[in-house]
Structure formats: C-alpha cells, structure tokens
C-alpha cells in the first residue's frame, strides 16, 4: 500500500463518518451472547479471474502490491477499525470491559482457512482486543477451503442437482441486467477485446448464462454473469483501496447511479448462485449448524463473544437459509459488503423475564471504506436491523429467542 493511502488511513481519526448510532436497548434489557459471522475485508482481485479480465479488455489493469485474492494492508486498516468500534459496543453494552483483556474462553475466533479470512480475523482480534491473547482457529492447512464456510453443493443426487440448476436459471431471469450489460461494454472496450476479437464473442447481452450445481463443487455460472461478476468486482476493489478516481476503471465510472447500474451485475451473481432456497439451504448447511451449536444448543456453556470470518457467498446463502426478510443497506452498492458482519444477538429482558434474538447487519459503507475512516460509538459503521420470516421482531428490533431457535433448528436439518 503507497504512503497516500496509509496516509488517509491515519488522517481518518480527524472525519467525521455517517454512521448509524446503535439504539440504546430498553431498559431492564442485558446483553448475554454476540455472534458475529463476518466476510473478509478488502482483497486484491482473484487471481482465477485473471484471464476474464485480461480477455474482457484492451486496456491494462492496474498492479496491485499484494498477490490475487490476498488481503491488502489497508483491509487490514479498516479491519482494526471495525474491530475498535465492536469492543466499544461491547463494551457499552457490558458484555466485555473496557481497559481489560477477556477472560479465558469468553471470547472465540474462528476463520475459514485462507490468508484473506484469517488475516480479517487476526486484524479484527487486533482492534478489538489490542496486546491480548485471542489466537484465531483455522485449520492447519492453509489455502484450502474448511468444510464449515465451504458452500458447496453436498447433495449428489440427479434430481437435486436438475432442481437446483432451474433454481438458479430462474433467480436469473427475474433480473433486468441489459442496461447494467451495455454500460460495462462501453467502460471495458469490449468491441476491442481479446474476447471480441479473438473468440468472436463481442456482445454480453446476446450470449446466455449456463449454471451447474456439481457434487462437491460451488454452484457455478458460465457465461456473461461470471464476466460482469470480475469485471464489476475488481472495479469495486479499486474504489475501496483508494486507487485514484483515473485509475479506477480507467476513470470511466463518474457517477453514482453507474456505480449502481453496474452493482446489479456483481449482487445478480450472488443472487443467481446463492439466494435459491433449494441452493442456499444446501450450501449453507454446514454453517448453519455450528451457529445453531453455538447459539442454541451449547448456548449456556458458549463463549460470550464470538467471531466466525468467511465470505460473501457464506452471508448470503445463510440469510436465504434462514429465511431474511428483504432488506436494504445504505450507502452501499453491495448486498454483502467487504467486511460486513451479520451480528447475532442474545439479550435477556429482566423485566419481562423474557430471552430475546437480534440481528444486526453491521458494515462499512463505500465512503467509510474508500476513506478508512475511523469507527467509533460517536462515528459508527452502518447497522441495519435484520427480520425473519419465521421470526417477526417488534419496533425495537427482537424477536422471542424460542421463535428464533425453531427456524434455526428447521434451518440446521
């Protein structure tokens, strides 16, 4: 990372960010048990998209200083930052205290086990816990997927992967994508491209998407969503790590509304491939059933704290698992942002001796990441309140913890 953008990352503590506050809990209400399932911060583009982008454009893409789909210093920056404004909550909240380490076992950490997860993880533990002794759990092998955030398809039967194939075909066609299509044409050069030129495809709106749910394997796509996917993913990465505005997509994205239209193409992607209710409750599966071991059966005995760090296919699958209702995040063009976190909470109501869920989405927003602006309770990061169909929450945000274990329960099946 240059000087300049460590530099922004230092004179963050001098902005002052947009954030939403947290409500203050009613009264009588205490907070017993925080999970926080988190996608890594920023990453260099992945390297397995290397060829797509090269293919996709004449232009040249910029270098990066840290190999593909690593996470760079300055995700590290806004990880620290995130990690400083969740130990003050907690802390506000009582659930940890200020000034102290926590004790053994209270606070747990737990990283899928590639560099960008586990990094996320250890920078996180470093803003939250600063000098304390939190190590982060991940398998020994690094660089291969642990089967707890691996979203692949578990299901080998004929009949499941014909189900699943339509399901994503048809989350597919309820989206109007052309316009988001023809605006990338027009950004890449594409009627210029290796692709046009060389394999004679020049057109993302007249080829069709094709999709596969192969036993052992992600749900995968082929075809212009996987190419708009790159494309708009790495111009988004460049935004975030604060590559100057004639770097970013050559300085062809001026607007708001084109980062928007673009958006569609990169959450379109996700959607198709993870938001299918036969796809994500598959995928999903293993994931859903440690977070029902952890909030729900071995609840009592559980760490206070705990953080699970994976990736943006983990949040979103898990949401459509367990049946989130739609929802909106501001200031934001992604549907699960670089370093977003879906933060399970478990209160107790002493007044009405009752045990109550919140979910929280808990993220970053484009400013706040473009400018590694500090988090703190006075300038927080966004939160937006999450709903379960199966769990309907009142204006304050809960819902009966018993409600929420059923369709955690039904969900871990």
């Known amino acids: ?24 809990a009613p009264e009588g209400y205490q907070l017993q048990q925080v999970l926080i399932m988190s996608r890594h911060n920023l990453r ?25 789909g690593q996470l760079t210093t300055k995700g590290g920056i806004l990880e620290v930052y995130m990690g400083h404004y969740m130990r003050e909550w907690l802390a506000q909240q009582k ?3 200020t000034g102290e380490c926590p004790p053994e076992n209270t606070v747990y950490a737990y990283a899928n086990s590639l560099q960008r997860t ?10 939250a816990f600063p000098g304390c002794d939190v190590p982060v759990h991940h398998q020994d092998a690094m660089g291969t997927m642990d089967p707890t955030f691996n979203p692949v398809i578990t299901d080998n039967s004929a009949a499941f992967r014909e189900r699943a194939v339509k399901a994503m075909a048809d989350e597919r066609q309820k989206m109007h994508l052309d316009d988001s299509y023809k605006l990338l044409e027009q950004i890449v050069d594409y009627q210029n491209s290796p692709s046009c030129k060389e394999d004679k495809t020049c057109s993302l709106t007249a080829t069709k998407d094709s999709f596969s749910a192969p ?35 050559w300085g062809a994205i001026k607007t708001d509304q084109q980062w928007r239209v673009l958006s569609e193409l990169k959450n379109g992607y996700q959607d198709s491939l993870f938001t299918s209710p036969e796809v994500a409750r598959n995928v999903a599966a293993p994931l859903v059933k440690y977070i029902d071991k952890a909030l729900v059966t071995d609840a009592a005995t559980a760490p206070k704290v705990t953080l699970m ?3 943006d296919s983990n949040i979103a699958s898990l ?29 107790h109501d002493a007044t009405g001796n009752r045990e109550l869920m919140k ?31 199966g769990c309907p929450v009142d204006a304050d945000g809960f819902c009966p913890v018993d409600k929420f274990n059923a369709v955690l329960n039904n969900a871990a099946k």
Do not use: C
């Not at 990372?1 to 902005?15: D, F, P």
């Not at 992945?46 to 840290?66: F, R, Y």
């Open 1 to 24: 990372m240059n000087k300049s953008v460590i530099a922004v990352a230092v004179s963050a503590t001098l902005l002052v960010s947009a954030g939403v506050k947290a409500e203050a």
């Open 44 to 68: 260099a583009p992945l390297a397995n998209n290397g060829s797509v982008l090269a293919q996709s454009t004449p232009n040249q893409w910029p270098e990066w200083d840290v190999p593909g």
């Open 95 to 97: 659930l940890v205290t």
């Open 118 to 127: 586990v990094a996320t993880a250890q920078f996180f533990i470093t803003g």
């Open 215 to 249: 036993f052992g394997k992600e749900p995968g796509v082929s075809g212009p969503l996987k190419v708009g996917n790159s494309l708009v993913d790495a111009f988004t990465l460049q935004y975030y790590e604060g590559f100057s505005v004639e770097n970013v997509a």
């Open 309 to 311: 760090v994976g990736h």
């Open 319 to 347: 949401l459509k698992a367990l049946d989130v209702k739609p929802y909106q995040l501001q200031k934001q063009y992604e549907r699960t942002p670089i370093g977003g976190k879906i933060v399970f909470q478990r209160w």
């Open 359 to 389: 979910i929280e989405y808990v993220y970053q927003s484009t400013g706040q990441l473009r400018n590694a602006e500090v988090l703190t309770l006075d300038s927080p990061p966004q939160r937006v309140t999450l709903e379960l169909k």
